[in-house]
């Protein structure tokens, strides 16, 4: 059985970088679902169905947090680049790019 988030075969994969593949699937599940609720919530007129949307998108970010935690447990250079974009003031470009030269010497 082959699933879409292999392009390869999956049978010689290790069972880490197979979880790895579930996980970045599962990272992509929750921001689309993300987009789903943002879409929704900004159409919806009923108030009390507004307020449960909103709690069900809050719960696709803690899930999406969750999934991203993982995976940057996972790769470190991947969690040097976050940690040196994300949540950082000033011009996001920059950052990525000094981010990008401290993970080089990982």
């Known amino acids: 059985m082959s699933f879409d988030q292999y392009h390869e075969p999956a049978n010689e994969l290790t069972q880490k970088t197979r979880t790895f593949a579930r996980m ?12 789903w609720y943002e879409q929704r919530i900004s159409l919806e007129k009923d108030k009390k169905a507004k307020k449960i949307m909103e709690k069900a998108q809050e719960e ?25 974009v994300l949540f950082k003031e000033g011009d996001i470009t920059e950052n990525a790019e000094k981010a990008e030269k401290k993970a080089e010497q990982q």
């Open 24 to 35: 970045l699937t599962s990272l992509t599940e929750e921001a689309e679902a993300i987009g």
């Open 60 to 84: 696709e970010f803690i899930h999406f947090a969750m999934d991203l935690e993982f995976l940057l447990r996972q790769k470190e250079k991947w969690k040097v680049i976050m940690q040196n």
